[in-house]
């Protein structure tokens, strides 16, 4: 491996962890908000049906915000978020100086790996779909194209295209 090709690993590998981290801090994101925008809505459809009276309606619509309420904690998205959004920008960080370069020596590549795996250290398990979704954008921002380097993308099935949080295995 020269000097460039350890300079676009590094890069790759940061670059992909930047989208792989924006798009899970976006996902829990997304969750908690649209959690609380539905509690919110159906606390107040269950204030309403009790002034009303309608005791059925106002005991579901309770049974409701409890169990999302609970699934919010359960999953902690907000803590999740922050997680994310902590580990993003330690790889942000990296991408400038990496940037800079015109190729890495292997001391300096290995100086790069060691701060890489430091950062992955705090991960949470990976989802392979966001990675290999984060993957093949990281590769494309980088140059490259699914005709010329076709090792640097994965394809994904539509249901790992649809759902990528979910998914814990490889999409291959």
């Not at 491996?1 to 590998?13: E, K, P, T, V, Y």
């Amino acid at each position: 491996m020269n000097d460039q090709d350890r300079l676009a690993d590094c890069l790759h590998n940061v670059r992909t962890a930047i989208r792989y981290h924006m798009r899970r801090q976006d996902f829990f994101d997304r969750w908690h908000r649209s959690t609380s925008v539905l509690t919110l809505f159906l606390g107040s459809a269950a204030v309403v049906t009790i002034l009303s009276s309608m005791n059925n309606l106002s005991l579901i619509g309770a049974a409701l915000i409890a169990l999302l309420q609970a699934i919010d904690l359960i999953f902690e998205t907000r803590k999740s978020a922050d997680l994310y959004s902590n580990l993003r920008s330690k790889y942000l960080k990296l991408e400038p100086s990496l940037s800079a370069l015109y190729g890495l020596t292997p001391k300096d590549y290995k100086k790069y790996k060691e701060k890489i795996a430091k950062i992955e250290m705090d991960e949470p398990p990976i989802r392979r779909a966001v990675l290999a979704i984060s993957q093949n954008e990281a590769a494309e921002v980088s140059g490259y194209s699914r005709k010329d380097n076709p090792d640097s993308f994965t394809t994904l099935k539509w249901y790992h295209k649809v759902a990528p949080h979910f998914w814990l295995w490889n999409p291959d």
